[in-house]
């Protein structure tokens, strides 16, 4: 299951890496002028943005809880 990381998945990852800065600034400029609505959104999507840049670690995890739950259905 262990793939290579080509250098197109390795920008993509800085990007939502940058994405999510963005996001978090943005956000804390709004909620500063007191837009708390807009600011929990950019929050929201700077939220999205790490979780797609930590998309291999999570597929991994996913991976293994399906292994886990098929190892342990096959001894019952």
Do not use: P
Not at 44 to 73: C, D, M, P, S, W
Request: charged fraction near 25%; glycine fraction near 6%; include cysteine.
């Amino acid at each position: 299951m262990k793939k290579r990381k080509t250098f197109g998945q390795i920008i993509i990852t800085a990007m939502f890496i940058w994405s999510a800065l963005l996001c978090h600034f943005e956000a804390s400029t709004l909620r500063e002028e007191g837009d708390f609505s807009n600011a929990a959104l950019y929050w929201f999507f700077g939220f999205t943005a790490v979780l797609g840049a930590f998309r291999f670690k999570i597929a991994e995890l996913i991976y293994g809880i399906i292994e886990f739950k098929n190892k342990y259905k096959n001894r019952k």
